[in-house]
């Protein structure tokens, strides 16, 4: 096995002195929490999604002044997966939540493939298997739980903190599986993906996941008005039926919406209550959007939202000195830089102000001003306006012109725009470079690590083992129910809603995918964790097993 040692900034990394990226992958022993060191009591783990250093240096310069997180950093993490240099944020969600390299689109389950150096090769038999996420660790030590974001709460991010499914796509499975979670907050859109019907992401199982909500005795608050007066210990706040509007939109189109930074306000000042402690995870989203679409606006826009939530958080660490925060991206993205091929020459002595005074003139973010956009685009040069793009040259104005639809208006916006700042573009996708590490309180991270490191920093301070909790978790059905006489199958006539059937002595007991119930002699029991199908297989807690053997006497 592979060890790097890594000089760390003052001290080494959760008092580990040698940490490595082998063995990432083998559902093995990792270190073992000391009984007698001291535990954090609280957790809150912060992700601006898709976001590249330079994004959030032009944000300070928009800004005029320090940003929260320039106080609190440390070092940087190493992003790559299983498979590349460049990662999804399903797999660079997952080895931030559960300590484990995946591939593309997986959440919440180990890779099926490895193709980067340092990381072991993966087993067959643990392919595709669930893995023990830092929220299911801070829930069976006792802390309460919150997760936000501003994308539908079932996103990769978010989801690979409360969810286990080897397609990110599926809204409906990740869904359903944070409802019966049993999570304290949940805050976010998605609201569509709750709710069966034919929209693009509508449940199709036919499940009303609200009602569910509701019959846990959630307070479900669609405003920021409902959220601030809600007064109990479970709140789900259900915001937008897709996702969040961003900051600066947000008072022309959705002024009825929570700000991030309210959002963790409210999640943190709830979750304190508990004489546990807490684990809070908290996602700015949609950075990483305004990236893909080469939009600085909207960048500008969600780095210091996300700014604000940080700030929030590191309010109540000062107070409380027993919080470690943790801030950083997931990934790189756009591959954006302040300067092009403009600046060239000049580069040097070109001013701030050229690069700034562009992106003040804005109103909107793309978004903003692309819904402000006539079907017809009659009236392109006013929400061109909205953008920044005033006293249109010439060839501005023809570029304009020649727009027929409003994705075509939307690149000519964003590159007009970046011209104009002087800011470039490389790529609309994911890059793999480095990225920032923010953090602060007892046992923060510190140094260059790995984003897998993250995952075993948390759950280090918080007293448990993460692949411990795996196997007491996620135990592949047929093995788990493995004693003579015992049947397992898989009932599969709903085809939407499969359920794991076990039988012994006329006993059966059933246990539906993606919920934490146990049907046995007509009876329903919650159990500690959810049911999980992966790649055909089921995976039980066992505690699953303990109530079969209990009621099948």
């Not at 298997?129 to 991010?157: C, D, F, M, W, Y």
Request: hydrophobic share 35%.
């Amino acid at each position: 096995m592979d060890f790097i040692c890594r000089k760390m900034i003052g001290l080494t990394l959760v008092g580990v002195t040698m940490l490595g990226t082998a063995g990432t992958n083998s559902i093995a022993m990792d270190t073992v929490t000391k009984k007698e060191e001291r535990k954090v009591k609280n957790v809150i783990m912060m992700v601006m999604d898709g976001t590249s250093s330079t994004a959030t240096t032009l944000a300070r310069w928009y800004k005029g002044k320090p940003l929260a997180m320039d106080n609190i950093i440390s070092g940087g993490v190493r992003t790559y997966s299983a498979e590349s240099a460049i990662t999804d944020s399903a797999p660079a969600a997952t080895a931030m939540a559960s300590g484990h390299k995946s591939n593309s689109g997986y959440v919440g389950v180990l890779p099926s493939l490895v193709d980067s150096p340092g990381v072991d090769p993966i087993r067959k038999r643990d392919q595709f298997h669930p893995v023990a996420n830092v929220l299911e660790g801070a829930k069976r030590v006792g802390k309460a739980t919150g997760i936000i974001a501003t994308s539908e709460i079932q996103h990769a991010t978010p989801a690979a903190f409360s969810a286990h499914h080897y397609d990110r796509n599926h809204f409906d499975i990740l869904g359903e599986q944070q409802v019966y979670q049993n999570i304290d907050i949940v805050l976010g859109g998605g609201k569509e993906s709750l709710l069966p019907g034919t929209k693009e992401t509508s449940r199709r199982d036919g499940e009303d996941l609200l009602k569910v909500i509701q019959d846990k005795k959630y307070d479900v608050v669609d405003t920021k008005a409902e959220l601030m007066k809600s007064k109990s210990k479970k709140i789900w706040g259900t915001f937008s039926q897709r996702d969040l509007a961003f900051d600066m939109d947000r008072q022309s189109t959705h002024p009825e919406q929570p700000k991030l930074a309210e959002m963790t306000k409210k999640s943190i000042q709830t979750l304190s209550k508990a004489q546990d402690g807490f684990f809070l995870f908290v996602e700015g989203s949609k950075s990483d959007w305004a990236a893909h679409q080469n939009d600085p606006i909207g960048l500008i826009s969600d780095v210091l939202a996300f700014d604000e939530a940080v700030k929030e958080a590191l309010d109540f660490a000062k107070k409380d000195k027993n919080t470690m925060i943790i801030a950083v991206t997931d990934h790189g993205n756009s591959g954006i830089s302040i300067g092009n091929s403009h600046t060239t020459k000049g580069y040097n002595t070109t001013p701030v102000s050229a690069y700034i005074d562009p992106l003040k003139k804005a109103k909107m973010t793309l978004e903003g001003a692309k819904r402000q956009l006539k079907d017809d685009l009659s009236n392109i040069e006013e929400a061109a306006r909205l953008y920044g793009l005033d006293h249109l040259t010439s060839t501005e104005q023809k570029q304009l012109a020649g727009v027929n639809n409003k994705k075509e208006a939307a690149t000519v916006f964003t590159t007009l725009l970046a011209n104009r700042s002087n800011i470039g573009f490389t790529t609309g996708g994911h890059t793999g470079e480095d990225v920032f590490l923010y953090s602060y309180g007892p046992k923060k991270p510190v140094g260059l690590i790995e984003n897998i490191d993250i995952a075993k920093t948390v759950a280090k301070t918080m007293g448990f083992n993460l692949n411990r909790l795996t196997k007491n978790l996620f135990i592949e059905a047929h093995q788990a129910f493995k004693k003579a006489g015992t049947k397992v199958a898989i009932n599969r006539s709903d085809r939407e809603n499969p359920v794991l059937v076990v039988t012994r002595k006329n006993v059966k007991a059933e246990m539906p995918v993606n919920k934490n119930v146990i049907r046995v002699k007509g009876k329903e029991y919650q159990l500690n964790s959810i049911i999980v199908e992966s790649d055909g297989k089921f995976y039980v807690p066992k505690e699953a097993v303990r109530k079969f053997q209990k009621y099948a006497r």
